[in-house]
């Protein structure tokens, strides 16, 4: 069996918010498969289990450049909250989100090898790592030129968002704002990928079969195959009307659906992209590994 450290469940209670001992029991289960555990915690304790699930841990900006029908989206990404806010690193944002509208590179090495008054723009990162002593990345881009109205929306400089659409400028504005607070993953729920449906399904069929357990333990009567199944689909289809944005409730107007507003507005959107400074990095820490050790060691001797 997988030796669990105190390192990972630091990471996965990181991940999900669950009770430390929680964690150190599901990646014993799971014999320390960091996906397999987050999964056995959100079949025992639900939604809770996942609402850190995209914890910010990097620092940095999104910065948006809109000019017509043209835009991008870029993260930059640095060390410390400090640095960015320096005007400096906002400036070099700004300049980079300018430069793939402009001149469309193919990726960051494209756009790390472009010239702007003489130097390129590896050597401008380089000077300004020089002045502000603390190193700092382009992490991603995407750029947007299929000719439909673009909206953007920025959250301070840690969440962006840009909309593509047709229609009416205030509806797309606002389905920008709606995106960066309530954080769809697809557009429609057709469109939501088939693995996170999929996990969906298998922790909705795991909490199913221990519910079955629990009352069979208790006495009680276990519910029938047709009415399990119902049930998971049920706990399905929820799930794609809380991911899908056209499905979710308009966060100006609860009593409306994101796809009844556009509509009362005449306007469709076509997609949207979505940037949450960090998303997806995990930044180490080693104090709370030494916490995390020291609460386990004591939970042994108790």
Do not use: W
């Not at 450049?65 to 400036?91: H, M, P, S, Y």
């Not at 008054?117 to 299929?146: C, H, P, W, Y």
């Not at 519910?211 to 333990?217: E, I, P, T, W």
């Amino acid at each position: 069996m997988a030796a669990i450290t105190a390192s990972m469940v630091a990471e996965l209670r990181a991940k999900t918010d669950a009770p430390m001992m929680e964690c150190k029991k599901a990646l014993t289960e799971a014999e320390g498969d960091m996906a397999r555990a987050e999964e056995l915690l959100r079949v025992k304790l639900g939604n809770k289990a996942s609402k850190a699930a995209a914890r910010i841990t990097a620092e940095g900006i999104v910065a948006a450049c809109i000019q017509d029908r043209v835009g991008a989206l870029v993260e930059l990404n640095c060390e410390t909250d400090f640095v960015a806010k320096n005007d400096d690193f906002l400036a070099f944002g700004n300049l980079l989100a300018r430069l793939v509208a402009e001149r469309n590179p193919a990726d960051v090495a494209a756009l790390s090898a472009l010239e702007v008054d003489g130097a390129t723009v590896e050597a401008r990162r380089s000077a300004l790592v020089g002045k502000i002593g603390e190193n700092m990345s382009i992490r991603r881009f995407q750029r947007f030129d299929a000719g439909h109205q673009l909206a953007s929306y920025l959250h301070g400089t840690r969440i962006g968002v840009v909309v593509a659409y047709e229609g009416d400028a205030t509806a797309a504005k606002d389905v920008a704002m709606h995106v960066a607070a309530m954080k769809p993953v697809a557009l429609s729920a057709a469109q939501v990928p088939a693995a996170l449906i999929e996990s969906e399904r298998s922790i909705a069929t795991q909490k199913a079969a221990e519910d079955a357990d629990k009352a069979r333990a208790e006495g009680r009567a276990v519910q029938s195959p047709e009415i399990v199944a119902r049930r998971v689909e049920g706990a399905v289809q929820k799930y794609l009307k809380e991911v899908s944005l056209l499905n979710q409730a308009f966060v100006k107007n609860e009593k409306q659906t994101v796809e009844q507003m556009l509509s009362a507005a005449k306007t469709q959107v076509a997609s949207f992209t979505l940037y949450v400074v960090g998303e997806g990095i995990e930044r180490k820490s080693e104090n709370f590994a030494d916490e995390v050790a020291a609460q386990m060691a004591a939970a042994r001797s108790a």
